[in-house]
């Protein structure tokens, strides 16, 4: 969508082709993670490109579209598309590749216990909890829960998955949360059980001494090495390494977060086969010659967060309108 602003904005006319029926991607199920103040977490900001991109001029918009074949070379490309409607192919002087990323299965860390205990969700489920329900509460019985953690490097970080990198967006987006969840529940309390603390923009730092002067947060340098059912009170225990202690630990929590990292999107597979793409080590796509006329913006080449994919993208439409240039 930024890509597209810019480009129009510059007066060269843009389609955005969307899967989905509506634009945004993931970005656009986030809620506003505001507390005292705005934690920037740029929630409304993707909101608002929205609607500026349905509004703006020189943009066209085909939603709950696929791309399906790809003809020609660089500076004349010939793509078919294919929607409701039926299929058409379209002239394109250049290409922008936007695939996003989908969050981490949580599944896939069955000691977690996500999909076999109600109380245990992820933060993408959260967010969406927030934002759709717009309260906290317990899957299983819908009360409020007086104690939440959360789990940190839920999909990254982890070589038995082999995930190693780091998604980036993770402890930001946790902590944010749990400002705003401390600020609209002070009864609840929250623990942030972590590996390592990824900064995040130029005022995180003072946003982290915030959550560390705040007694309802605790900040435990430890992940949990397992979530069990807890039969008598038919609560969770989580079990990790108290860091104080240097001993194993057991602790019950109303509910459970599980921060999930990012991975990319599973039906990119094809778009990489029509366009040639090759993957970076983390397995995101690498960008292709500037030569090619075909580019790749956003957390698709690599895990960032709204901010960071905005400015991303606002350097790759430079790049496009330089690569224009020079074929007119």
């Known amino acids: ?18 899967r989905d029926p509506s634009l ?19 929630a409304c900001v993707a909101d608002k490109r929205v609607l500026e991109i349905r509004n703006g001029p020189s943009i066209s918009i085909l939603t ?7 003809k020609g070379g660089p500076g004349a490309y010939n793509v078919s598309l294919k929607n409701g409607k039926g299929r058409m192919d379209i002239d394109v002087s250049a ?51 007086k104690t939440v953690a959360f789990f940190q490097c839920v999909g990254s970080r982890d070589e038995s998955i082999g995930n190693l990198y780091c998604s980036q967006v993770c402890c930001a987006y946790a902590l944010r949360l749990i400002k705003a969840i401390r600020y609209q529940y002070p009864e609840t309390k929250a623990a942030f059980l972590y590996m390592d603390i ?24 430890s992940l949990p090495s397992k979530v069990y059912h807890s039969p008598l009170s038919d609560g969770l225990r ?16 109303d ?11 599973k039906d990119s597979k094809s778009l990489a086969r029509l366009f040639n793409l090759n993957f970076n080590e983390e397995g995101f796509f690498a960008p292709p010659p500037a030569q090619t006329g075909v580019f790749i913006t956003g957390a698709c080449s690599g895990p960032k ?24």
């Open 255 to 265: 509910l459970i977060v599980l921060s999930v990292g990012l991975v990319l999107r």
């Open 95 to 145: 290409i922008v590749i936007a695939a996003g990323v989908d969050p981490f299965d949580a599944s896939l860390k069955a000691e977690y216990g996500y999909g076999r205990y109600k109380n245990v969700i992820t933060a993408r489920d959260l967010d969406e909890m927030l934002r759709l329900r717009g309260k906290l509460f317990c899957p299983s019985d819908g009360r409020l829960p």
């Open 1 to 18: 969508m930024t890509v597209a602003k810019e480009l129009a904005q510059s007066g060269v006319s843009a389609l955005l082709i969307e």
């Open 198 to 221: 990824q900064p995040a923009g130029a005022s995180f730092d003072q946003f982290l001494n915030s959550c560390r002067q705040d007694k309802g947060i605790r900040l435990i340098r």
């Open 64 to 70: 709950q579209t696929e791309l399906t074949g790809l």
């Open 238 to 253: 989580v079990r990790f390494v108290d860091p104080l202690k240097g001993e194993v630990a057991e602790e019950p929590f």
């Open 305 to 328: 967060d709204i901010d960071r994919s905005i400015i991303h993208a606002k350097s790759i439409a430079c790049t496009v309108q330089q690569y224009l240039k020079g074929r007119s």
């Open 24 to 42: 945004g991607g993931l970005a656009a199920s986030f809620c506003c993670k505001a507390s005292e103040s705005c934690n920037k977490c740029f």
